[in-house]
């Protein structure tokens, strides 16, 4: 629409600017945004940009920004899961402290936390506590988002072996929104959470990000001890890897019944590379397999990705036994 605007007075034409321009908001610039009520969440309420407030009609409640965020989460960094003080920081265009984006018939809806069963932002779906889906949100890293919110967080890996033990290794590391799994309101919708991501990537439904499996990138043949130069032995050795490629800890499933044997296995898993495997674009600590034969003096290896490679400690957390 084309407005033509005539008058001799330059007056009258800048009272006329100027009010057009309080009637028609500047391009992108939205008075409002729409909001789901946490409560009934049925309601869709337009919420003043800037507002601290949301109030529901049809609840007839007021709610604070304490009432629509999480105090604590539960969050899947890599396999390891753990609890953070939900404090997002900065705030972006997708997440906030008091709720976060999702997509509703091609419009925009936020959601605030407080409604949210789980979220897993590689998937891009939402699960409310009333158990309906939003199954579109933005990517978790973008345009709107160029820079996530940073979380502090303490993740723990059982570390060791058979022979100097096992313990738990603590370590405090700052992440940010787009490498979380999963982050869900209490321990038990996280477990709810890990079991769909799992079920989501074995489906095949997240094509643009596949499976990578762990791979084996220089293996290290193991020393065959005097003890066993006329024997014919077997020792089958799990190893646990990190995303970034170290060996965290190493599992026996197979001893050959002589200790140098064994031992002489473990040193050359400790010289082994391997990488580990990924889910949607992220690394994830993996288990590798390596069955050492020692035959009449010569020793060789064979390496392939535990079954399954990746998931084996996601319900299971390290206890350092």
Partial sequence: MTLRLRSSNPLVLIALLITLAG?????????????????????????????????CPKCSLTLSPEDLRWRIAFVAIGSRPTSVVWDLLPECGIFRNDGLLAYEHGDS????????EYYIPRQRLIRLTSG???????????????????????????VGDFVKG??????AKQEDMSTIHCA???????????????AEVEAGKHPRLP???????????????SSATQDSL???????????????KVDRLKGSGNSEVDHAALMAVYRT?????????????????????????????????????????????????
């Fill in 234 to 248: 077997e020792v089958v050795l799990e190893a646990r890897i990190s995303e970034t490629g170290r060996i965290l």
């Fill in 166 to 171: 096992m313990s738990v290794e603590v370590i």
């Fill in 184 to 198: 869900a309101r209490s321990r038990a919708a996280l477990d709810s959470a890990r079991a769909r991501f799992i």
């Fill in 211 to 225: 499976r990578t499996q762990p791979q084996l990138i220089r293996a290290a043949t193991p020393a065959v001890p």
């Fill in 23 to 55: 009637v028609w908001p500047a391009p992108g610039r939205a008075a409002t945004e729409t909001w789901l009520c946490p409560v009934c969440q049925v309601e869709r309420i337009q919420r003043p940009v800037g507002a601290a407030d949301l109030t």
């Fill in 109 to 116: 809806l936020w959601i605030p936390w407080s409604a949210v």
């Fill in 273 to 321: 590379v391997m990488v580990s495997g990924g889910e949607m674009g992220m690394g994830i600590p993996s288990s590798m397999v390596l069955r050492y034969v020692f035959n009449h003096g010569t020793a060789t290896v064979d390496v392939k990705p535990a079954v399954p490679p990746m998931w084996r400690e996601w319900f299971d957390p390290p206890q350092g036994k």
């Fill in 132 to 158: 309906e889906e939003f199954l579109l949100t933005p990517y978790s890293k973008g345009p709107d988002c160029e820079k996530p919110p940073l979380i502090m967080a303490t993740v723990a890996d059982s």
